[in-house]
């Protein structure tokens, strides 16, 4: 059974960092890929970024490139999204998701595909 844990958020400025961790347990890829996704109140789950394991290469979507950074730990299992320069539009709770390629890919399209393993997120607010 995957078990996802993350943490990190907190309140921060407008233009503030923070750094998120995802902690992931109970799977068994040998490639895998794992995403970022943030709700907001009201509003549908996005895709943020997301990470292979095999070359660790990022995907960042348009509202955060340039602003957020995606790193991964293979021996940790743990993957972190650091962002800087965070935006007063950017409050969300903030999700983590391990799978393979394809399905976290198929996450970020509109109606992507659904997930059953989602932990319990993290908070991040931004305001003054």
């Known amino acids: 059974q995957v078990q996802l844990v993350e943490s990190g958020g907190g309140l921060v400025q407008p233009g503030g960092s923070l750094r998120l961790s995802c902690a992931a347990s109970?799977?068994?890829?040998?490639?895998?890929?794992v995403g970022w996704f943030r709700q907001a109140p009201g509003k549908e789950r996005e895709g943020v970024s997301f990470?292979?394991?095999?070359?660790?290469?990022?995907y960042y979507s348009d509202s955060v490139r340039g602003r957020f950074t995606v790193s991964l730990d293979d021996a940790k299992a743990t993957a972190y999204l650091h962002m800087n320069n965070l935006k007063p539009e950017e409050p969300a709770v903030y999700y983590c998701a391990v799978d393979t390629p394809s399905i976290i890919m198929k996450m970020f399209l509109p109606g992507g595909s659904d997930y059953d393993h989602w932990g319990q997120g993290t908070q991040v607010t931004v305001s003054s």
């Open positions: 990470i292979k394991n095999t070359d660790h290469s990022p």
């Open positions: 109970g799977f068994t890829l040998p490639v895998y890929a």
